[in-house]
């Protein structure tokens, strides 16, 4: 079985992933790609970072989106922060000893989320976890920011929500 | 580590209710233009829209009822939320086509906690009588009479 069907999987039957799968999970989401579909930006937020002198185009790679996102109107990460590098900070939280990890469907998607100690902490926007979420159908990192726990990341609509770390 | 079902509110800070506000205002002003998108786009964009501006804002709308509740806004900060919550109801049929949120979420926004609540102001809900249909006998059993 391919990971992405083992989360399908996991999601639908509900338990809990073995040691080994849950390695092979955090090893197949720490190579995924950020994604890169383009998006349109709401004027609002185009706005927004406008004021503050970065222009977002009308349509924008997602994963550029969250980085300006998280640079300018988060203060989450420094300014100068390339999508790379980027990248290798979710990369790292995907990595690290102490992520939680959960598996769940989000309006509908297979998802997994991790949320491990931020190493980031020189920002205003400084908060002490770092959040990444991969797409098992998209095959892609979503989204990744810093938060405050996961009472800050999970509403309603993450259905079907297991931890398996 | 706080947990979705218990909230240690003592960890937050004010600066930390200025972010989880500064997400919920995205939220909300983007509304009615990614509702007005919503038909054209794809499966992917209406994902991303779902993470990155309902998912960032929804549940710390929750803890920011909370810290209003418990007194920890700063009137400034109380006056954004009932801005914000105010002009999110008045966007609700937008809210429910792209994030699913209904009268129900309103309902929720109430139980968490908002300065609205404060108000005798009225405001207008949009809703559709067939969502009407699906809470009056919820709103019955609450002692509401029939006509």
């Known amino acids: 079985m391919d990971v992405d069907a083992l989360i399908t999987e996991l999601i639908e039957s509900g338990r809990q992933a073995t040691e080994d799968e849950l390695s092979q999970i955090v090893a197949h989401v720490a190579r995924a790609p950020l994604a890169s579909h383009l998006i349109r930006p709401p004027g609002w937020l185009r706005e927004e970072l406008a004021r503050l002198g970065v ?41 690290h000893r102490d992520a939680s990890v959960w598996t769940y469907e989000y309006f509908g998607e297979p998802c997994v989320g991790l949320l491990a100690p931020s190493h980031i902490r020189v920002t205003p926007g400084a908060k002490p976890y770092i959040f990444v979420v991969y797409s098992a159908r998209y095959e892609t990192l979503t989204t990744g920011y810093q938060a405050t726990g996961p009472e800050t990341v999970f509403n309603d609509k993450h259905q079907r929500l297991t931890q398996h770390r | 580590m706080n947990t979705p079902d218990k909230l ?18 995205l939220m ?120």
């Open chain 2, 8 to 25: 240690e509110l003592s960890t937050y800070t004010s600066h930390h209710a200025g972010s989880f506000l500064r997400n919920y205002e």
């Open chain 1, 55 to 95: 222009t977002m185009p009308a349509r924008v790679p997602a994963g550029e989106t969250h980085l300006l996102k998280r640079i300018y109107y988060d203060q989450q990460w420094p300014i100068g922060t390339a999508i790379d590098q980027f990248v290798a900070d979710l990369r790292l939280a995907i990595r």
């Open chain 2, 28 to 147: 909300v002003k983007s509304l009615p233009e990614v509702a007005e998108w919503w038909p054209e786009m794809d499966d992917f964009e209406r994902q991303h829209a779902r993470t990155a501006y309902f998912g960032e804002a929804w549940a710390p709308r929750r803890v920011l009822g909370a810290l209003y509740r418990a007194g920890q806004l700063t009137a400034e900060q109380e006056a954004e939320l009932a801005a914000l919550d105010g002009e999110l109801i008045q966007h609700l049929d937008e809210a429910n086509l792209c994030y699913g949120l209904d009268i129900q979420s309103v309902a929720q926004l109430f139980t968490w906690g908002t300065p609205l609540a404060q108000s005798d102001e009225i405001i207008h809900i949009p809703i559709r009588p067939r969502a009407l249909s699906e809470i009056a006998p919820a709103l019955a059993a609450l002692g509401m009479r029939e006509t």
